[in-house]
Antibody
Framework: EVQLVESGGGLVQPGGSLRLSCAAS????????MDWVRQTPGKGLEWVGR??????????EYAASVKGRFTVSRDDSKNSLYLQMNSLKTEDTAVYHC???????????WGQGTMVTVSS | DIQMTQSPSTLSASVGDRVTITCRAS??????LAWYQQKPGKAPKLLIY???SLESGVPSRFSGSGSGTEFTLTISSLQPDDFATYYC?????????FGGGTKVEIQ
């Protein structure tokens, strides 16, 4: 059974940083693209970024709204995905979901998410 | 960016009804479209990929169709478990984008 468990969310001030983690199990992590998708009540679902697999040189892709501030990384030896978030803004407040996208592009499975609140 | 527009935003229906949700892309995405179901307090769940392929374990009352810019998700006979919010997503090009969602409510 695929399991994705996020951690690291919390309250942070505008301009601050936070690092989210996602522990994966139940599938061959190193073969899969991995994504972060965030969700807010007002804006629905927003794709944040992707780490492709080793076969695709761990290439990353980002939404324009986070490019230059957020970094997606992975450690295949630990079956873990990370999201380093810098220069946080109030509009980054959301539940952040880790997802596995296989190599096909769509979100095959989702974690429950971790809440990030950016507020002074 | 490719914009995804879902309609309606809310739909009221009864158990046993046939329900259709539409998703339109701002430019052609071929068949690179997925549909997800989300219940309150839960993560989204994949229903359909490549516009019409049913994910393993998803009931056959769910079906998807379309290509290019216009797509539909159909529930042939609405069941109590199907009251939820549904989202489409294009994965034709980056950034991946989602529709705004369709909430299916009990009439």
């Amino acid at each position: 059974e695929v399991q994705l468990v996020e951690s690291g969310g919390g309250l942070v001030q505008p301009g601050g940083s936070l690092r989210l983690s996602c522990a994966a199990s139940g599938f061959t992590f190193s073969d899969h693209y991995m994504d972060w998708v965030r969700q807010t009540p007002g804006k629905g679902l927003e794709w944040v970024g992707r780490s492709k697999n080793k076969a695709n040189f761990y290439t990353t892709e980002y939404a324009a709204s986070v490019k230059g501030r957020f970094t997606v990384s992975r450690d295949d030896s630990k079956n873990s995905l990370y999201l380093q978030m810098n220069s946080l803004k109030t509009e980054d407040t959301a539940v952040y979901h880790c997802t596995t996208a296989g190599s096909s592009g769509y979100e095959i499975a989702w974690g429950q998410g971790t809440m990030v609140t950016v507020s002074s | 960016d490719i914009q995804m527009t879902q309609s309606p935003s809310t739909l009221s229906a009864s158990v046993g009804d046939r329900v259709t949700i539409t998703c339109r892309a701002s430019q052609s995405i071929s068949s690179w479209l997925a549909w997800y179901q989300q219940k309150p307090g839960k993560a989204p769940k994949l229903l359909i990929y490549k516009a019409s392929s049913l994910e393993s374990g998803v009931p056959s009352r769910f079906s998807g169709s379309g290509s290019g810019t216009e797509f539909t998700l159909t529930i042939s006979s609405l069941q109590p478990d199907d009251f939820a919010t549904y989202y489409c997503q294009q994965y034709s090009s980056y950034p991946l984008t989602f529709g705004g969602g369709t909430k299916v409510e009990i009439q």
